[in-house]
């Protein structure tokens, strides 16, 4: 993983610079204020030694962005950046293993910048770990994005933030308008139904959504977009919509954004509120599945987003290949529970029971993996798996074979 040279810099150093407290070595002489750029609003990020830029060096768990925050100069923690969330928040647990007090005026560091806040809400998402199979620590939401300009490389796996009152886009991508409606940022895009269909409308995003493109059961009930779900019609189980959902899946001919079209994505047809997705207008919710196709930059404060396709744009979208839905439980997120079997796929046939938890696979013990790694093998088509399961006080061993269920 990358990182910037501002994110070796001492947290005591970095914010006596931001601050207005350079150490001798590092003074610099002041720019008066007629020859520099406008005073900063109230809690506007800060950069260190005067600069206009930071890369963040950001960890990707099942496309999601997590990124290094330091508070009140503690150990580091790792926050999610959710477009869903209108505040900055912090588990329960983590605050009061730093020290992290209500009503309590701080600064969120990240590497080369600071964000000061009037407060922190205290706020758990024991669903949000479950499903990513990483223990969550916090949220950096809309009162983040709207301070800066962020530019997430999901080929690259980096990030990168920016002074919006200096910054201009320079690259290959398109802009589009963007709109935040109840909290979310709203984009349109154009999706290609299996029939050939084309629906051209507006989409919430959600970078803290596994899945790649949902589509509410209630916009295409209005439009006919998908067929009544049958016995032709492909389910699953998606753990990470509101208290589990079943689904049905589609494969789109296209799904476009920024005149980018994609082919053969996945679009799940859900009734899930997620994100506002039962507001009458809004078509569906993107995720990090799709994102992860594009280098995008969120600019809140221009009230404009840019997609580049990646070197990801191409990759055929795989859907799980076994029939079993799994998240992660337990003190450590170790402990992988299978929390939904769909009737006639390889976990079915296998005797595979909802409940059952995942010891091994392979002889590899299920200590030793990770969430997304156990899904990734489930993606593979055509592959034999030996499953140490537990079912109550007892384990036993069954092989199931991956095919392709879409």
Same mark, same amino acid.
């Given at each position: 993983?990358?990182?910037?040279?501002?994110?070796?810099?001492?947290?005591?150093?970095?914010?006596?610079?931001?601050?207005?407290?350079?150490?001798?070595?590092?003074?610099?002489?002041?720019?008066?204020?007629?020859?520099?750029?406008?005073?900063?609003?109230?809690?506007?990020?800060?950069?260190?030694?005067?600069?206009?830029?930071?890369?963040?060096?950001?960890?990707?768990?099942?496309?999601?962005?997590?990124?290094?925050?330091?508070?009140?100069?503690?150990?580091?923690?790792?926050?999610?950046?959710?477009?869903?969330?209108?505040?900055?928040?912090?588990?329960?647990?983590?605050?009061?293993?730093?020290?992290?007090?209500?009503?309590?005026?701080?600064?969120?560091?990240?590497?080369?910048?600071?964000?000061?806040?009037? @407060?922190?809400?205290? +706020?758990?998402? /024991?669903?949000?770990?479950?499903?990513?199979? $990483?223990? *969550?620590?916090?949220? !950096?939401? #809309?009162?983040?994005?709207?301070?800066?300009?962020?530019?997430?490389?999901?080929?690259?796996?980096?990030?990168?933030?920016?002074?919006?009152?200096?910054?201009?886009?320079?690259?290959?991508?398109?802009?589009?308008?963007?709109?935040?409606?109840?909290?979310?940022?709203?984009?349109?895009?154009?999706?290609?139904?299996?029939?050939?269909?084309?629906?051209?409308?507006?989409?919430?995003?959600?970078?803290?959504?596994?899945?790649?493109?949902?589509?509410?059961?209630?916009? @295409?009930?209005?439009? +006919?977009?998908? /067929?009544?779900?049958?016995?032709?019609?492909? $389910?699953? *189980?998606?753990?990470? !919509?509101? #208290?589990?959902?079943?689904?049905?899946?589609?494969?789109?001919?296209?799904?476009?954004?920024?005149?980018?079209?994609?082919?053969?994505?996945?679009?799940?047809?859900?009734?899930?509120?997620?994100?506002?997705?039962?507001?009458?207008?809004?078509?569906?919710?993107?995720?990090?599945?799709?994102?992860?196709?594009?280098?995008?930059?969120?600019?809140?404060?221009?009230?404009?987003?840019?997609?580049?396709?990646?070197?990801?744009?191409?990759?055929?979208?795989?859907?799980?290949?076994?029939?079993?839905?799994?998240?992660?439980?337990?003190?450590?997120?170790?402990?992988?529970?299978?929390?939904?079997?769909?009737? #006639?796929?390889?976990?079915?046939?296998?005797?595979?029971?909802?409940?059952?938890?995942?010891?091994?696979?392979?002889?590899?013990?299920?200590?030793?993996?990770?969430?997304?790694?156990?899904?990734?093998?489930?993606?593979?088509?055509?592959?034999?798996?030996?499953?140490?399961?537990?079912?109550?006080?007892?384990?036993?061993?069954?092989?199931?074979?991956?095919?392709?269920?879409?």
């Amino acid at each position: 993983m990358r990182r910037s040279v501002l994110a070796c810099i001492g947290f005591s150093a970095f914010a006596a610079v931001l601050w207005g407290e350079a150490p001798q070595d590092q003074k610099t002489k002041p720019v008066p204020q007629s020859e520099g750029p406008p005073a900063p609003a109230k809690n506007a990020a800060r950069f260190a030694f005067g600069g206009n830029a930071a890369e963040v060096p950001a960890t990707f768990i099942e496309d999601i962005v997590h990124v290094p925050v330091t508070i009140n100069e503690s150990k580091p923690s790792l926050f999610v950046l959710d477009t869903t969330q209108a505040e900055a928040s912090i588990d329960p647990a983590r605050a009061k293993e730093i020290g992290v007090q209500p009503d309590q005026a701080l600064g969120l560091a990240l590497p080369g910048v600071i964000f000061p806040f009037d @407060s922190l809400p205290v +706020r758990a998402r /024991p669903e949000l770990a479950s499903e990513i199979g $990483r223990s *969550y620590e916090g949220t !950096l939401g #809309g009162d983040f994005l709207s301070r800066v300009v962020v530019e997430i490389d999901y080929a690259r796996q980096t990030m990168r933030v920016f002074d919006p009152r200096v910054y201009k886009y320079a690259g290959k991508g398109v802009g589009l308008p963007l709109s935040v409606v109840a909290g979310v940022p709203v984009i349109r895009a154009k999706l290609v139904n299996p029939r050939g269909k084309q629906f051209e409308a507006d989409y919430a995003l959600d970078t803290t959504l596994v899945a790649g493109v949902l589509v509410s059961q209630r916009f @295409s009930d209005a439009h +006919r977009v998908f /067929p009544p779900p049958g016995k032709k019609v492909k $389910r699953a *189980y998606d753990p990470q !919509l509101t #208290g589990g959902e079943d689904v049905a899946l589609f494969r789109l001919r296209q799904f476009e954004i920024a005149r980018w079209p994609a082919a053969d994505i996945i679009a799940e047809l859900s009734r899930s509120k997620r994100a506002g997705m039962d507001q009458a207008k809004l078509a569906g919710v993107i995720g990090a599945a799709f994102l992860r196709r594009f280098n995008i930059v969120f600019d809140y404060p221009h009230q404009k987003i840019f997609f580049e396709p990646n070197t990801h744009f191409g990759d055929y979208d795989e859907e799980d290949k076994s029939g079993m839905a799994v998240v992660a439980k337990g003190p450590n997120l170790k402990t992988f529970e299978i929390v939904h079997v769909v009737p #006639g796929t390889p976990a079915a046939q296998a005797g595979i029971h909802t409940g059952d938890i995942i010891e091994g696979i392979n002889n590899e013990a299920a200590a030793d993996m990770t969430l997304a790694s156990v899904r990734d093998l489930f993606r593979q088509v055509g592959y034999k798996y030996q499953i140490v399961i537990e079912r109550g006080e007892q384990s036993k061993t069954v092989t199931i074979e991956t095919r392709r269920l879409l």
